[in-house]
């Protein structure tokens, strides 16, 4: 089972200070639609900011129980969950699987405990996998705060690190990374 | 050299009939960040509707000519350039390269004249690319209307054709796209 979270505190802004960073609308739906594409167990808003987590459950009550008929929409949103920290999210990924996650940190910068796409990717085809539920953590605004990094039991080597230009949002950075870690190979 | 287009038209709506559909914000940004760390040459926004043309410029024009400090920004939207027509975006690498681009739909259905993405990556890395250009042409909406598929060179296969969930967001798309053809290859 690999899960996903959207860290909105704690993260840096662009002077290095941790902030908590607002949701964004866009965030949550189109990292939805790309966690149902690619089979995601769950998807996690993280914020502290009660307002905040208040705005989500407002957005996906909407979809949810509203009218629409917009199933493909609903089925997306499904998958969002909204806590406060981290650590809510690994504790309520032990009481749906009763086993702590692995959790992997995403970083546009290459980390401590670094590991490959080959080595993520095998690791998630092989079946240990089965067993340990996993959780890749992505961060808003400039990122992910030193403090995740320690926590974590490893972070995923960044996604394009030899390009001279280095800024992709953290929407593109979600999709590009669920497809590299769950999509067709076909290389 | 690489080009994208989002086409605002010719697309479907829900319902299937063609229409023009409005421009956001958000996928100027998000895919011109997608589009300079992938080194793309250029990213053309594709409206007939001229007050649509006007909103691109002066989004642009903020971020290119204010004095914003985000030269990150600056970089990415400096690749943008709005045109009315996927014709005149052929004109447009025409004048720049000398040569007609080889035009490439994209579609979440598989379409006639289907390329493969081992095939399409395997000519970008290959010299024959140097000579010609490439432009990949996104849908917004529903996606790309059937004349574009009759008219292009080839349309490329499914994102994940397999899966039971199918609606990406363009943006993510667009994301994965481009790291699947132009991306660091690990597997």
């Excluded at 290095?16 to 966690?35: K, M």
């Amino acid at each position: 089972m690999i899960y996903i979270a959207l860290v909105h505190y704690p993260v840096l802004n662009r002077r290095g200070e941790t902030i908590v960073s607002a949701v964004t609308n866009l965030d949550i739906h189109d990292i939805a639609r790309v966690s149902a594409t690619y089979g995601i167990a769950g998807y996690f808003i993280i914020t502290p900011v009660e307002e905040q987590q208040a705005l989500v459950h407002d957005l996906t009550a909407h979809w949810l129980k509203g009218g629409s008929p917009n199933s493909d929409r609903k089925t997306a949103l499904s998958l969002v969950h909204v806590v406060s920290s981290i650590e809510e999210a690994g504790s309520r990924i032990v009481e749906v699987s009763g086993a702590s996650p692995r959790m992997i940190a995403t970083s546009a910068r290459v980390q401590e405990k670094c590991i490959s796409w080959r080595s993520l990717r095998k690791d998630i085809n092989e079946e240990k996998q089965c067993s340990t539920p996993l959780l890749l953590l992505f961060g808003t605004a400039s990122g992910l705060s030193d403090q995740v990094f320690e926590q974590v039991d490893g972070t995923l080597e960044p996604i394009e690190p030899g390009r001279e230009y280095n800024h992709l949002s953290v929407r593109s950075a979600v999709a590009i990374t669920l497809d590299r870690l769950l999509g067709r190979s076909f290389a």
